[in-house]
Structures are given as C-alpha cells and as structure tokens.
C-alpha cells in the first residue's frame, strides 16, 4: 500500500514492504562491517548512502540538490541494480566491488590457454559483485578435430560447466 505526502514540494511515496523484501534488503544490500554490525541501521540508511554515492560524480553546487532528488527517488519506491544498492558508498567497507551489475566478456580464444584465462577473469569478476556473460560460438563445435593435439574436441558446453561451477563457486 502506498500514500503520498508533501516534502520539501515533492510528493514522497511511503512505501509499505513486504517482510520477504525486507529480508532480502537485509541478507544483500544492507550494509554490515566486518564483524556484521549494522552501518545501514534501516533502508532508509541505505537510500541515503546510495544516493550520496550516486551525486559524487556532479560538480559540487550542484550535489545537494541531486542527493535530494535521488532520495526521492530511491525513497517513492525507485529501484536500481543490485550492484548499486549493495555497493553505491560502501567502499570503505567493501572497496574492490563494482556497482556494474553485468558485464559481457570478450569473446573467449579458441584455445585452452584462452578458455582458462577468460574463466579466470569471469571468476575476478563476480568476486568484484558484477555478473558477467560470455558468447561461446568462437569456441569448435563438438568433434572437431583439433591438430595440435591430434584428438577430437569435446566442444562448447563442456568448457561452459567449467565456467558454471566457477562462477557458482565463487
């Protein structure tokens, strides 16, 4: 259910959450530090935080009037990435993330030394909290025959459960 109220000239959506969106704002995108005190102590904390981060690009005049306006928004029910509310002004506490939410790779060598170098790389990209996609057609198809090795290849979607359980591990 939501109402509107007057601030500030804006009219502010208070939004009631559900306890399962509460849970996950809890279990992903408050901010803990490392002993998992609360730095966030309510969303409205993380709203702040996150549209503090999001001005630091804007020429100084000019910061209090935006934090105000993505307040607003974040607060009138507004929802950015993942990677934005989790780490949008939390560097001091989780300072190699990203607020990329998804990235997409180049396209992977047909080779084992560049496989495992892209699988590398999506692994230090998901530890940095950004997602990652892959285009798998550079890769030969099942049975090609492969000259250096002089053995025929296992194709494409053996080398993706190589990068499913990487990124799952991870």
Known sequence: M???????????????YQSA?????????????????FIDLNIEDTFKRVAKALVGVEHPDIQDKWEKEFFWALS??????????????????????????????????????????????????????CGIGYEFSTLRPKGAYVTGAGAFTSGPLSFM??????????
């Open 161 to 170: 459960d190589i990068y499913d359980k990487t990124c799952f591990t991870v």
């Open 2 to 16: 939501k109402s509107a109220s007057k601030k500030e000239n804006q009219d502010i959506l208070h939004v009631d």
């Open 76 to 129: 009138s029910g507004a929802i950015p990435a993942g990677r934005i509310m989790s780490n949008a002004g939390a560097g001091e506490h989780k300072p190699a993330t990203s607020t990329i939410n998804c990235t997409v790779s180049g396209s992977i060598p047909d080779s084992m030394t560049g496989i495992l170098e892209k699988v590398t790389e999506a692994g230090l990209t998901l530890k940095a909290g």
């Open 21 to 37: 969106s509460l849970d996950i704002w809890d279990k992903k995108y408050r901010l803990k530090d490392i002993s998992g005190k």
